[in-house]
């Protein structure tokens, strides 16, 4: 069956534009969660959603930082004014509910000129 | 805050070789631990996990015990093949909330011929 599918698979933009990240999580699962893997930090949380209940965004750096779900299935990562720091790979996960294995997707790789 | 500590890379092994990549951690609770794989060119994938003391996770010939006296979940492996050749992450969950992973450094292995 398919995976977790992420979008773009590149992004190169100019500091201070905003940006979206597309994940399609795998079907069924209710648990959806976003991270970020950078060269100085390593893989790191960034928000998670689980059915109908509010996120936690403890994650999240900064207030430019936010991330929706909509009915229950695609999430939308959003960075709003880009830094040069905010280059990353954000990888986005599902699971059936939390607690079990998290599927990985491919990432987006986001470059900030 | 809960933390996982890797042995730093890279490392580089013939094949046939043994392996093993320490990890420890630092939480409050009792996590469920994890190691997960990055081949070149995919995506993040589980390879084995431990939710218990005690426990021991195996595949694909690599295993890791929970040692809860010695706050440790090395990774093993008897003996290594050139397709082994990865990132390896040691990660971390609290079995209560989100259950985000809390991951390690990560480690890139290269296995020569």
């Known amino acids: 069956g398919a995976g977790v599918s992420q979008s773009p698979s590149n992004k190169v933009t100019e500091k201070g534009k905003d940006v979206e990240l597309r994940c399609d999580p795998i079907?069924?699962?209710?648990?959806l969660y976003w991270y970020r893997q950078s060269l100085g930090q390593g893989l790191e949380f960034l928000i998670y959603f689980q059915g109908n209940s509010a996120p936690d965004k403890s994650g999240l750096p900064s207030d430019r930082f936010s991330a929706e779900r909509t009915g229950g299935s695609v999430s939308t990562l959003t960075i709003q004014r880009t830094q040069q720091e905010d280059s990353a790979v954000y990888l986005c996960?599902?699971?059936?509910?939390?607690?079990?294995?998290?599927?990985f997707g491919p990432g987006t790789r986001l470059t900030v000129l | 805050g809960d933390s996982v500590t890797q042995m730093e890379g890279p490392v580089t092994l013939s094949e046939e070789a043994c392996l093993t990549i320490n990890c420890t951690y630092t939480a409050t609770g009792y996590p469920s631990l994890f190691w997960y794989v990055q081949y070149p060119g995919e995506g993040l994938q589980l390879l084995l996990k431990a939710t218990k003391a005690d426990d021991k996770g195996s595949n694909k010939g690599f295993e890791a015990t929970y040692r809860k006296e010695t706050t440790s979940f090395h990774l093993e492996k008897g003996s290594v093949q050139v397709s082994d050749s990865a990132v390896y992450f040691c990660a971390l969950s609290d079995k209560q909330g989100a259950q985000k992973l809390v991951f390690g450094q990560g480690t890139r292995l290269t296995i020569n011929p």
């Open positions: 996960a599902s699971s059936f509910v939390q607690g079990n294995e998290q599927f």
């Open positions: 079907s069924g699962h209710t648990a």
